[in-house]
């Protein structure tokens, strides 16, 4: 499908900021949700390739997402209500619809004019509402978590405990540990790797901070970069026809 980033704006709002946060909608599938919503008018039928996305993603990441973790970025949006799949041609190309956000919210119900009887008398016992007791009706008040919610968690739990076999602990509850998620599953674990050929806990003082910066800049690659590779790339990297000047 054509590129149309040129010709439609990107109608993003600090009230799809809510819906993500309120969604639990990690960062990666807000970033497809601007690249779909930049594919067509909103609330049409568009068949985007995800492939497409990926390279997209990787101009700017400086690599693509792996292909398990796209499609579950991809089911959050889903699962979320933001995306409807009309049909599915595999797993990267779909014909779908974004959803406006006016669809994803659902209308206020008018407030109800209170009734109050002018007659009545103030010694009457008051209903049932009033007496209610705290915790009755709190049912409502424990909300179960929507499927992305719970895969999400998921997610994170999953990094953590393979952190915390390294004996790398993250606190969940700190705002930094939403670095970390940021990344899939497979980097983080080439990046645990990688903390242990470094020497680990022996030779690296803050297992945290290191492990955050080595997701950054992949690390782990630098150690597949050998000597014959990059004499390679030394031989290539200089133009065949020499500068008549030089």
Sequence with gaps: MPENSSKNSLLWSESHDVYCYKHHIPPAAKTLWQWLMRQGEIATEIEPDLSEFNAWVAKSRGKPYAHNYLKKIFEILVSCRVLQVIKQYSWKITKLLVRP?????????????????????YDSSPSNDTNAEPGVNSSSNTLTPTTAEFEEKELQHDILTACAEYQIYFDPNKRTTRHLFEFDIEDVRNALKHFSLRGGHQAINNPQGWLINCLRNCYWQDEKFTLSAFMQVLTSWFPSNLPRDY
């Design 101 to 121: 956000l006016s669809w994803l919210n659902p209308p206020k119900k008018p407030r109800e004019k209170k009734l109050y009887n002018h007659n009545s008398s």
